[in-house]
T-cell receptor, first 109, second 117 residues
């Protein structure tokens, strides 16, 4: 079983739509969680951290369910510029960040 | 400030040749990571350093792979001999004191795209 699993998509949504991505992780001792964004043929960049109580950054909301070992990312009012691959990232201990394979989002006009 | 700088950006080589990838981390960052990305396996952590010392190299696939960090501003990843299955994008990333475990922020270079024929 992979340490971090994501639905690869692609998710094809119209502008203005709300879209949600899910991610599961296998290591119950995982300590911290993040979402990264990667544009086509570019490097990954941190989008946001995921806190136990859930957190919001503008149109983006991240949630964590430790009991189910499940992380989510919600994007409201999707923009064309949100088209990218979204990587779920888990710190499994020390400073080892494990990346999921990513979920592709395509926002269309 | 300059970001993480990697070279070469693209490398095409033949099977059996030695490949050396280079990385300059962000000044003042004391963690350096090497990742490899392929379509099949995604982003895989190969090795990471703290204060120039290798901390975890459990992701290095084989003895053909080696990494060094002779000083705080330079690291290399070497593959000798290279094989077609080594074709991938190799990313170097750095992080500031305390590492990415709390902030989660790894600053990636633009990557070195390696093709082994």
């Amino acid at each position: 079983r992979k340490e971090v699993e994501q639905d690869p998509g692609p998710f094809n949504v119209p502008e203005g739509a709300t879209v949600a991505f899910n991610c599961t992780y296998s290591n119950s001792a995982s300590q911290s969680f993040f979402w990264y964004r990667q544009d086509c043929r570019k490097e990954p960049k941190l989008l946001m951290s995921v806190y136990s109580s859930g957190n919001e950054d503008g149109r983006f909301t991240a949630q964590l369910n430790r009991a189910s070992q499940y992380i989510s990312l919600l994007i409201r009012d999707s923009k064309l510029s949100d088209s990218a691959t979204y990587l779920c990232v888990v710190n499994i201990g020390g400073n080892k960040l494990v990346f999921g394979a990513g979920t592709i989002l395509r926002v269309k006009s | 400030d300059a970001g993480v700088i990697q070279s070469p950006r693209h490398e095409v080589t033949e099977m059996g040749q030695e490949v050396t990838l280079r990385c300059k981390p962000i000044s003042g960052h004391d963690y350096l990571f090497w990742y490899r990305q392929t379509m099949m396996r995604g982003l895989e952590l190969l090795i990471y350093f703290n204060n120039n010392v290798p901390i975890d190299d459990s992701g290095m696939p084989e003895d053909r792979f080696s990494a060094k960090m002779p000083n705080a501003s330079f690291s290399t990843l070497k593959i000798q001999p290279s094989e077609p299955r080594d074709s991938a994008v190799y990313f170097c990333a750095s992080s500031s004191a305390g590492g990415p475990s709390s902030s989660g922020e790894l600053f990636f270079g633009e990557g070195s795209r390696l093709t082994v024929l």
